[in-house]
């Protein structure tokens, strides 16, 4: 199986390469750093990394346009935010432009390198409160009136088929359960949650978890 590439973007030098060096050492394939927004963008196009590690504070310009660059240039691409900001507002920001997960920089090492790894599994990975916030406002926004919208913002089609069992799934998704918590609820092994969330995702057309997760709460699965 090959190494997960991924590639770190932060404009402290010691810091980013710190970084770098822990992911080697953990086995990862670090294909590319960068410490400034726009150059990070240009970068990822050619390096093609599976996760991009990304602070939200740049001095170009901010990681939320950084998020929609790497996204418009690389859609398959997963971001997890490294910030020494865990502000409210900074965290929902990075979340809507297409963040996968959010972690403040006082997070240790092995549970930042786990991260990574859940983050590269398709996980919606954040430091302990941070689940809760982004799921709180989805669900605000659900509570809305007017009709279900698509993470683009428009209006959303006759949803396709899912299974009963995806549909399982993604219920608990909307729970903010970890798959190692809905593998065990449901009595499945791991890849196998891991397969109906991304057949879910297919079916759907969204690009992460925390896509999906505001797809069902706006179906009222959180139940």
Request: proline content about 5%; aromatic content about 4%.
């Amino acid at each position: 199986m090959n190494p997960t590439r991924v590639m770190v973007v932060d404009d402290h030098p010691m810091w980013r390469e710190g970084v770098a060096r822990d992911l080697t050492e953990a086995g990862f394939l670090v294909v590319a750093t960068s410490g400034e927004g726009r150059q990070a963008v240009r970068v990822a196009a050619a390096a093609r990394p599976d996760v991009v590690v990304l602070d939200l504070q740049l001095p170009d310009i901010s990681g939320v346009e950084v998020i929609l660059g790497l996204r418009a240039a690389l859609p398959d691409v997963r971001v997890l935010m490294l910030s020494a900001s865990g502000e409210q507002q900074s965290v929902l920001d990075a979340v809507k432009a297409g963040a996968t997960g959010y972690l403040v920089k006082s997070t240790a090492p092995a549970e930042f390198l786990d991260a990574v790894r859940r983050t590269a599994a398709g996980e919606a990975v954040f430091t302990p409160g941070l689940a809760g916030l982004v799921l709180g406002e989805y669900r605000r926004l659900a509570a809305r009136p007017g009709q279900p919208t698509d993470p683009a913002g428009g209006a959303q089609s006759a949803a396709p088929r899912l299974t009963e069992r995806e549909t399982e799934v993604l219920r608990q998704v909307a729970r903010g359960l970890s798959y190692k918590q809905i593998a065990q609820r449901l009595g499945l092994s791991h890849r196998t949650v891991q397969n109906h969330v991304q057949n879910t995702l297919g079916k759907l057309q969204l690009h992460n978890r925390v896509e999906l997760t505001r797809y069902a709460i706006e179906r009222g699965l959180d139940d």
